[in-house]
Each structure stands twice: as structure tokens, then as C-alpha cells.
């Protein structure tokens, strides 16, 4: 059983709405009869839906800090209601909190809120995971402006896709022009928190949009981080096929970047993802994707033999995860 079994009345209680909730819809039954399974929904709540130990591979890429909305809508003045509070930006408030203010992953005031609460909706999901499993995180870097610039909805400054910009907190590392190094600091952040690190893959993008900036080299690489869990004692022993891997199990990867669909910003290329699904899940496992947008993993997944658990918190997003599921 991949999920747990909730009772009416409990469940009832699970979707009460709260002032800045994240949407939360159990529209969808928990049933992976079919081999698959998309769930509408902030993972920070799906994942205690899971069933411990038993999901084989975690496979995502998460939402960037800074770069876009997805349409979502978020309370630019969570700051100030954390300062209200007497708290600084420098401290970190739990994710919970920051949702039920209003606050949307990916644009948390600074890169260190993002870091900590994306490291928290991993430490949820770590319980899901087979002692043998692996999570496997693409993640991007970017530069610090004191103004903020974000796009709101797909490609920026296109018809009634304008750009949203706000005031960033300056300080210690937080300064104009800084790559930030956000992957760093997640990597960093999971290790403390309990994961094993195997692999920093770098991801080269051939195809990478220009950038207008003369003072600086253009980013044209993403990371790819394994993590495993900390075993009690001894060695981490996990589930891994090098034979399945890239041509000689290189950690740099040349791919170019897959146009997005359904208003997705872009999706996991195949050349990037499938050798994770095959390397780091056995046939017939499963495969869960906890920000799946149109649910590329979920279909490599399905196509090479596996199950496949998939979750977003935009409903579109699903329907286009079900529909290229559909269409298989």
C-alpha cells in the first residue's frame, strides 16, 4: 500500500481552509490500481499521505528561487509579518507558517527561507523513501538585485505577462550583482540535515537563452544532486545500475533545455531524467515526482516499467500530467 488509508472524518478535518493555505484537494482518490497517480496539492502535505518506505526513487525539479510565479498568488508582505513578530529576516520561519501567511515556494524573501523550507518538504518525503532509495534534485543558480525582478505568467513582458518586482533585504552575502549559489547552499543544508551527498551532476545546456548582461558569463549550467539516506550505522547502501547511467558515468551531461508546455516554463529533458529513473529504480519500483508541472518523470517512469506518483499545486499543471499520461 502506497498510501495511507485516512479515515472520512480525519480527512474531512485534513482539508479545512485556513486564511493563505496552500490549495489542498483530495479530488483524486489515492488509487495507483493503473500504475500512476497525480495529486493536486502542496507536497509539504501529500507527503504524510505516503507510506513509509515505499517509494523507490524521488526525482524533481523544484520551483527557482526568484524567477517566477506561476501564476500563483503570494503575500508580498510576508516579511513584514515575520518582522511583526519580532523576527529578523536572517531567521528562518517554519514552511508552514510561511504558506498559511501566504508566502509561495520560490519566492520566499531570501535565498536562505527558500533553501530551508525546500530541505523541509525534502525532510517530509524522507520517510516515503525505501531504505535503498534515492532522491534525486535539479536545481538552478541565480544572481541578487535589491530590485527584484520576476516573471509572472510564462515568457516575460509578453501581452499580459508583465514582470513583478520587489524590494530584496541586503546583507552579509546578500549583495548587488552576487551569484548567489543557491545549489550550494542546498546540498550543504541537506548534509545537515541527514542526507548522504553521491553526486553533484552538472547539467551543460547548449541552448541556454542570451542574457543581456556585458559584465559576466551567462549561466548555462543546472545541477543534479543524488542524495541517500543516512543509514544507521555503517556504509549507505542503496539501489543503483552504473550500467543504465551515462556513457562511461560521466557527472557532466549535455543537453539542451525542452520547450514547456501548458504554460510550464520548461520540462525535464529525457536525456537528463531517464538515466535517473533506470540507474536509481528498479523495474517495476516506483517513482515519485513531488513537483511534477506536465509530468515528464511520471511518463519516462510508466514507459520503462515502473509506477509513478506525481505531485503539484497547480491543477493545470496536473490535468496536463494526466493527459500526457493518458496519451502514453
Request: aromatic residues 10%.
Amino acid at each position: 500500500m502506497l498510501f495511507r488509508k485516512v479515515s472520512r472524518q480525519k480527512r474531512k478535518a485534513s482539508v479545512k481552509k485556513e486564511p493563505g493555505a496552500a490549495p489542498f484537494s483530495y479530488e483524486h482518490p489515492p488509487d495507483v490500481g493503473s500504475g500512476s497517480l497525480v495529486l493536486q496539492g502542496d507536497a509539504y502535505d501529500l507527503a504524510a499521505q505516503l507510506t513509509p518506505s515505499t517509494i523507490d526513487l524521488i526525482v524533481t525539479s523544484p520551483p527557482c528561487w526568484g524567477l517566477r510565479t506561476y501564476g500563483l498568488n503570494h503575500n508580498w508582505q510576508v516579511i513584514r509579518e515575520w518582522k511583526a513578530l519580532g523576527k529578523t529576516p536572517d531567521e528562518t520561519p517554519p514552511y508552514d507558517w510561511y504558506r498559511r501567511t501566504g508566502g509561495v515556494l520560490g519566492l520566499e524573501p531570501t535565498p536562505d527561507w527558500y533553501v530551508h523550507h525546500l530541505s523541509e518538504i525534502f525532510g517530509r518525503l524522507l520517510k516515503a523513501l525505501k531504505p535503498g532509495g534515492s532522491l534525486w534534485v535539479n536545481l538552478g543558480d541565480t544572481y541578487f538585485a535589491r530590485w527584484s525582478s520576476i516573471r509572472d505568467r510564462g515568457r516575460q513582458g509578453l501581452g499580459d505577462n508583465p514582470r513583478i518586482r520587489r524590494r530584496m533585504p541586503m546583507g552579509g552575502y546578500r549583495q548587488e550583482k552576487q551569484l548567489l549559489l543557491i545549489p550550494a547552499r542546498f546540498a550543504i543544508h541537506m548534509q545537515e540535515n541527514g542526507w548522504i551527498l553521491r553526486n553533484d551532476v552538472i547539467w551543460y545546456k547548449p541552448n541556454a537563452v542570451p542574457r543581456p548582461e556585458g559584465d559576466r558569463l551567462r549561466l548555462t549550467h543546472e545541477h543534479l544532486f543524488h542524495f541517500v539516506l543516512k543509514p544507521k550505522e555503517g556504509r549507505a547502501k542503496y539501489y543503483y545500475d552504473a550500467d543504465k547511467a551515462e556513457l562511461g558515468c560521466a557527472d557532466v551531461i549535455t543537453c539542451n533545455v525542452t520547450p514547456g508546455q501548458n504554460g510550464h516554463s520548461a520540462t525535464f529533458p529525457e536525456e537528463l531524467v531517464l538515466p535517473r529513473i533506470e540507474s536509481s529504480c528498479p523495474p517495476g519500483g516506483v517513482v515519485l515526482d513531488p513537483f511534477c508541472g506536465t509530468g515528464r518523470a511520471l511518463y519516462l517512469a510508466l514507459a520503462t516499467g515502473r509506477k509513478a506518483i506525481g505531485f503539484d499545486l497547480i491543477p493545470g499543471y496536473c490535468d496536463a500530467s494526466r493527459e500526457a499520461i493518458a496519451a502514453r
